[in-house]
């Protein structure tokens, strides 16, 4: 199933928090999670494309880092799929359990990959002026992933902004 995100853009953020969303102005966010329910957005022009696959399309990779969920032929391309929760630290795993996993698909020039992660939310005009710099609450395996962090209420640790070139390009992704 592939997601339209024309579709998902809102004005308006959920209802448990406060992030402030910009005009058209600011910058169209993607808003996910992961499994252990840390919220995350990525710039939606580096995001090709939202989807849900099914985990029997995803062939396992024996001995490869233990991110990496396998490989996945994507409109005839083959390309890793990798746990995003657990490559950020998280130690809640991607349940492959389940019959299908929600996967974006993110590039920047010639490297494209899929990022399993565990619910799309939405899309969002958010604020750039509002994000606040990776703090100590911020755990420091994901802080050079973070661009910054927008306020939300509650306990909740804030809405983190992702820096998809420094994922894609990070020296952590060993075969």
Known sequence: MVLNLDFLTSDHPPDNTDVTVGSRDGELCLRFDVPSGNEFALIASGVREVMSVYFDRIAPIPNSSPFFLGTYNWRGQVI??????????????????????????????????????????????????????????VPAAMRSFVKGVYPTTGTAPGLRLLDRVAILRSSQWTI
């Open 80 to 137: 890793w799929v990798a746990d995003l929760g657990q490559f950020l630290g998280d130690r809640v795993l991607v349940n492959t359990n389940q019959n299908e996993v929600s996967m974006l698909i993110v590039e920047d020039q010639e490297l494209v990959m899929g990022f399993a992660v565990h619910t799309v939310a939405n899309t969002e005009w958010l604020d750039i002026s509002r994000m606040l710099p990776p703090d100590r609450d």
